[in-house]
């Protein structure tokens, strides 16, 4: 089952400001759901945002179905590691964090794995794909901190790193290797199974207990701010389907269309790391 959906057509601008959306947020407390537009400002690209990188991710039937698929994703993984791990949090984050700690935002739902939630300081994060910084061996559970699975690597792998181009670092900290090159894939201390980051590889299904955390943050909220994120994703977009079953109020804040331009209450056409940090101030103005 593809996580994947089609975008909706492109709509005509709303010409909604921030203004507009802190209007309709006042006195609500809201639920905000990111995706990679929200951490495009801390170096890490997007999917489907311009200058993105074209080819796909794998997918979870190739990370477990081929050696050399499993090895060449450890490759470009371990190569885009530095980058991504050395990220920090934008405005963007902060102002969600910023929100959170004020009341006003229930709690943020990412669908994201690069942590930057967790260090901008927001306490209520449910991690709807996981994250890059742990990782588990599939065949006995064990799980260790990608740290210790890095030195594994380097220390397997000498002189490998100095390979990595840093402009082709993808969203989930890939990087599009060359053939040929010789590598020794990691494997678990325990069993010598196949390690895999904890994240949700593409085909792979959300765990239902995560899924679960999401809907019980939505549940304890009033609105829905949907920041950085076109919704292919099907799991963001149940979120937002959710949302509207109840009536709640919608802001979308993001650069190109989205699935849910359609029943957005607030529609606004910007980046995140402004906007949420010009909404952070609005909402703040219009409960003094």
């Known amino acids: 089952m593809s996580l994947l959906a089609p975008l909706s057509p492109a ?8 203004d507009d959306a802190a209007g309709v947020l006042e006195g609500r407390k809201f639920c905000i759901l990111t995706g990679a537009g929200i951490s495009t400002d801390s170096g890490i690209p997007d ?3 311009e200058g993105a990188p074209k080819n796909h991710p794998m997918t979870f039937t190739e990370f477990m179905g081929s050696d050399a698929r499993r090895r060449r994703y450890w490759m470009g993984a371990h190569l885009g590691w530095m980058r991504f791990h050395h990220a920090r949090p934008n405005e963007g984050h902060l102002a969600v964090a910023d929100l959170e700690q004020r009341g006003i935002a229930s709690g943020v739902v990412t669908q994201n794995v690069d942590g930057l939630h967790h260090d901008a300081g927001s306490q209520r994060v449910v991690d709807l794909h996981g994250r890059l910084d742990r990782v588990r061996c599939m065949d006995c559970g064990q799980s260790y901190a990608r740290s210790a699975i890095e030195t594994q690597i380097s220390t397997q792998n000498p002189g490998f790193s100095d390979l990595v181009d840093e402009d082709m670092v993808r969203p989930d900290g890939d990087v599009e290797v060359a053939e040929g090159i010789d590598f020794v894939v ?5 069993c010598r199974g196949i390690l895999k980051p ?3 590889f593409f085909g792979e299904f959300v765990p239902g207990s995560v899924f679960q955390h999401a809907q019980a943050l939505l549940s304890q909220s009033d609105a829905l701010v949907v920041a950085g994120s076109s919704l292919v994703v099907n799991t963001g977009m149940r979120l937002v389907t959710q949302a509207n079953k109840r009536r709640l109020p919608i802001v979308v804040i993001n650069r190109g269309p989205t ?3 359609q029943v957005a209450t607030i529609r606004i056409e910007g980046g ?5 940090s010009a909404l ?4 703040r103005d219009s409960l003094a």
């Open 259 to 261: 699935r849910a331009d």
């Open 11 to 18: 709509v005509a601008p709303t010409g909604h400001t921030i």
């Open 47 to 49: 999917y489907r945002g």
């Open 280 to 283: 952070r101030h609005a909402v």
């Open 272 to 276: 995140t790391s402004e906007s949420l």
């Open 198 to 200: 904890e994240v949700v």
């Open 186 to 190: 990691p494997s678990c201390d325990l």
